[in-house]
């Protein structure tokens, strides 16, 4: 390998990092927006979103460009097609961040109504995930990959739960409709989050092992 193309891979992973920081704040943003109700910061989410897209394309350019210059093979390969993944994957994550955030900016002009859901739980077990998702990738830690694909069952249950109580909420107060299937939504967009943490740890096991997990049972 040369050291140019060791600088190159150093680099891309550098900006991976960069990119999860980035969009880690991002949905710690989300989060507090929808704990606080807070339309200015939801609209503080929304507008910079355009810095996650054009981080996410000069990532994604990086890696074509090593991949036409240096035709890497075996785990060099692997790395980079992990990284791309992941490099949508945050992208995505980021969008879902907006989503809530849109949400938000709905909720936060109407009278709040309590329902016998924590969202704030379900917010903290998506970061967590989404966390350990990304120290697994600095620390190429097997385990703790591992770790988030089996988290993952508790989000889709969380998101089933709040099902559950927005439907007996819309029985209780069919005139809230609207308010309570925004608050169904923010569920659904945590939930989406945990998914994409889950394909993060999925690619880390695939590049640390090269065998690809996704569609498994763990």
């Not at 193309?5 to 991002?26: D, N």
């Not at 089996?150 to 909420?169: G, S, W």
Request: aromatic share 6%; proline share 1%; charged share 35%.
């Amino acid at each position: 390998m040369t050291i140019h193309f060791q600088r190159e891979l150093e680099k891309i992973k550098k900006m991976t990092l960069s990119l999860g920081a980035m969009v880690e704040e991002r949905v710690r943003m989300a989060t507090k927006a929808m704990e606080l109700r807070d339309a200015n910061l939801a609209e503080k989410i929304i507008k910079s979103d355009y810095e996650i897209d054009e981080f996410e394309v000069e990532l994604e350019e990086e890696c074509l460009k090593i991949l036409a210059l240096h035709q890497p093979v075996a785990v060099d390969l692997r790395f980079i097609v992990a990284v791309i993944k992941i490099n949508n994957d945050l992208e995505r994550v980021a969008d879902e961040a907006v989503n809530i955030a849109e949400r938000v900016q709905i909720i936060a002009k109407r009278e709040r109504l309590d329902i016998p859901f924590n969202h704030s739980l379900m917010a903290e077990k998506s970061e967590y995930m989404l966390k350990k998702s990304l120290d697994a990738l600095v620390n190429m830690d097997l385990d703790v990959a591992w770790r988030v694909c089996t988290l993952d069952d508790d989000v889709d249950n969380m998101l089933n739960e709040a099902y559950d109580v927005v439907k007996h909420a819309i029985g209780k107060h069919p005139d809230r409709v609207s308010y309570l299937i925004n608050l169904l939504l923010i569920s659904r967009h945590l939930e989406r989050i945990a998914d994409h943490a889950t394909n993060i740890a999925e690619e880390v096991i695939y590049l640390i092992e090269g065998e690809i997990i996704r569609h498994r049972d763990y």
